[in-house]
């Protein structure tokens, strides 16, 4: 699993436009038929859940790829929001699935950075965080590992790779 841009070569000008982050990681897959779920889970103050899954299944030498996207908007009142959209793709198919999600409305002075995680090689019966957002008022201890990371800060977006037991 590997990160790659999510707006390669001529397409980074278009970036500042679209006035969103996010990333994608190509997915090079060799072993037996394996089913996978791409979640997109929204954290908040610790608590944690499923904001879209969809998923995808791998035989052989195949090749996919996870990516995510966040942009800025607001909501039906009018409240600062993000717009979330997820897309999976792999030579068999895919599935895109979007979240509209309003910020708690304490808005926190802090920071909003974001991490991806770079992933040589992954262990196909694990769950894997692969980027996450956070928005937190003091440090955010980017040493963690993603999940517990989300727990730790005031609010996060995470997108991981589940596979399917």
């Known amino acids: 699993m590997t990160p790659i841009d999510l707006f390669p070569g001529d397409l980074k000008r278009l970036q500042p436009h679209l006035q969103m982050e996010g990333a994608c990681f190509k997915i090079d897959y060799n072993g037996p038929k394996r ?5 997109t889970q929204i954290w908040e103050r610790g608590k944690g859940k499923d904001g879209g ?21 607001t909501d039906d009142k009018r409240e600062p929001a993000w717009h979330i ?6 030579p068999l198919g895919g599935a895109t699935f979007s979240i509209p999600k309003t910020l708690p409305k304490d808005d ?3 920071q909003q950075v974001h991490g991806v995680k770079n992933v040589a090689e992954f262990d196909a019966e ?9 928005r937190a008022a003091g440090e955010i201890p980017f040493t963690q590992p993603i999940d517990e990371l989300a ?7 995470v997108l991981k790779i589940v596979p399917v037991k």
């Open 151 to 157: 727990k730790s800060v005031d609010f996060a977006v």
């Open 53 to 73: 899954v969809a998923a995808a299944t791998f035989e052989g030498p195949s090749t996919g790829e996870a990516s995510i996207s966040i942009k800025k908007t």
């Open 85 to 90: 959209i997820s897309n999976w793709s792999t």
């Open 35 to 39: 089913a996978f779920k791409i979640v």
């Open 108 to 110: 926190i002075p802090g």
């Open 126 to 134: 694990e769950d894997v965080g692969l980027w996450c957002i956070v």
